[in-house]
Each structure stands twice: as C-alpha cells, then as structure tokens.
C-alpha cells in the first residue's frame, strides 16, 4: 500500500520508506549518506502552510524514523524557509473549524518528538508558522538574507506553533514581547546576536553548511547524540537541580555502551572513532 510515499506492509506492521518511493506535491527529499534533505516547495506561495503541505509534513514525519538517516536538515525552496500560514486559505475557518482539527498541533507535536537530529537551514523569510518551524528543529543555520518574524498580530491573532512560548526561551521577554506585539521582522545578524540562531552563513553556501554540520552529526555515536537532545530539551521544561539530575544519569548510562568504549579508546590512541550504535 503506497500512500505519499510511504509504503506499508500489512502482515508484517511495519512502515518503510525510501527516497524512490518518496512522491509528494509539496514537499522534496532527497539523501546525502547518511543525512536527509527534506525541501519545502511551494515557492509561487513563498512555501506558505497549507493544509496540503501541513498533511504531507505530517505524514513525512510520521515514519521518519523509519529511514535510513542519522540527521535531517529542513530547508525552503525559492526566497522563502516558510513566509507563515496561507493566509488565503485560513481566512474562512471558523473557530469550530480550528479547535475541532486542532490546527497546527500534529505537526509541531511530532517534529519535536523526533529523536533524530534536525537542522533548520533558513533563507529568506521564516515569519509565523515559518519562524515556529524553525524552532521547533535543534538548531538553526541561517543565511545572511534570513528574516525572523511573527506578524500574526497584522491579521488580528496570534501566534499558534510556538511563536510566543519558544521565542522567548530563546531570545527572552523583551525581543520576544516586541516581535509578538509589533510584528517586526528580525534579520540574520539580529537573530545570531540574540541565540535564535547558531551561525549566519552566505546564501549561496547555506546547504553546504548545513551538510557539513549534519554529516559530522552523523558521524557520532547515534545513542549519544540521542541522549544528547534530549538533555538538552530537557533543560526547558525542568527546574536546574532536576535536570543536572537528569544529566547525570544519562551520562552514567551511556558508560554501558560500546560506543563509549570505543570513543575513550580512540582518543587514547590517536585515532578515529568506529561507532557501531551499540
């Protein structure tokens, strides 16, 4: 059974996929080794969130632990990362409709749940649900074009997907305040000064970048980069002591892992680790 690329095996239970079989309208993918590219393509809307696009990521995300990939960047096709909701298409909702599909909610719940690393590599526009995608990867590499922005308070709401509670983890009360209550857009350099981002890079090396930093994600030990975000985003939803606590343990744990044996023992020897996972 095919359905936007996924393909299922009904006696067995189990879902697979391959970038051959992988045939959505709105999204690309596309795998270098052991990193995926999961290009958002809508650029004549500027990548805008439809409810196309939102059921297609949904679906991509569903099983993306099921393909062969130990990182995944997420980018934008054309000027844009994503230029916010389309707005043309969300105008006519009504608050029954909203609340009862809980808009935006599957998609930001399962982003976040991944336990893969990924990389937002933003050029152009990231504003409303755009921004809140970004933040909700593990990190963000910008390009020297990038604009950060929550404008939803120009249409007469506010932010849905994050906008008003991550932002200002990030960047603290005031910026946050400011973005949410003025719309302003903040640029590249702006969101590197204030943590939204890990580095700025020139547009045309954006990709470049980006694999290069997911390609040496790969190359760890994938328990430990596991174990590794998760202590981090652990540290936003607990109080210091709890999660030094939590730290800890994980740090003990990883000591019965091969990969640990194998890491120490390389840098022992002056040479390069051979990580098996194990």
């Not at 603290?172 to 640029?187: E, I, P, Q, V, Y």
């Not at 547009?203 to 980006?210: W, Y």
Request: aromatic letters at 8%.
């Amino acid at each position: 059974l095919k359905q936007g690329g996924w393909v299922e095996n009904q006696e067995e239970g189990f879902i697979i996929m391959s970038p051959e079989t992988l045939k959505f309208e709105t999204l690309k993918f596309e795998q270098e080794g052991a990193v995926g590219v999961l290009t958002i393509s809508r650029p004549e809307s500027m990548n805008a969130l439809n409810d196309q696009l939102i059921g297609e990521f949904e679906h991509f995300l569903s099983g993306v632990s099921e393909l062969d990939i130990r990182a995944l960047i997420l980018t934008g096709e054309g000027k844009a990362f994503v230029a916010g909701a389309d707005i043309k298409e969300m105008s006519s909702k009504s608050f029954a409709d909203v609340f009862s599909e809980n808009l935006f909610a599957n998609a930001s719940d399962r982003i976040i749940k991944i336990r893969k690393p990924i990389i937002a590599a933003v050029s152009g526009y990231a504003l409303g649900g755009g921004c809140e995608l970004a933040m909700a990867c593990d990190f963000i590499i910008a390009s020297d074009t990038a604009k950060f922005g929550q404008p939803e308070i120009n249409l007469g709401v506010i932010a849905g997907m994050g906008g008003s509670q991550r932002l200002t983890r990030f960047v603290g009360k005031s910026k946050a305040m400011d973005m949410n209550l003025t719309g302003r857009f903040m640029d590249a350099d702006e969101a590197e000064r204030s943590g939204l981002v890990s580095r700025v890079v020139p547009a045309k090396k954006l990709i470049e970048e980006a694999l290069s930093a997911a390609q040496k994600i790969a190359e760890k030990s994938m328990p430990s980069v596991m174990a590794a975000k998760e202590a981090v985003n652990r540290s936003y939803e607990v109080t210091l002591g709890e999660g030094l606590l939590f730290e800890r343990r994980v740090f003990h744990s990883l000591f019965a892992t091969e990969d640990q044996k194998e890491g120490m023992g390389a840098f022992l020897e002056k040479r390069q680790p051979q990580f098996r996972d194990k």
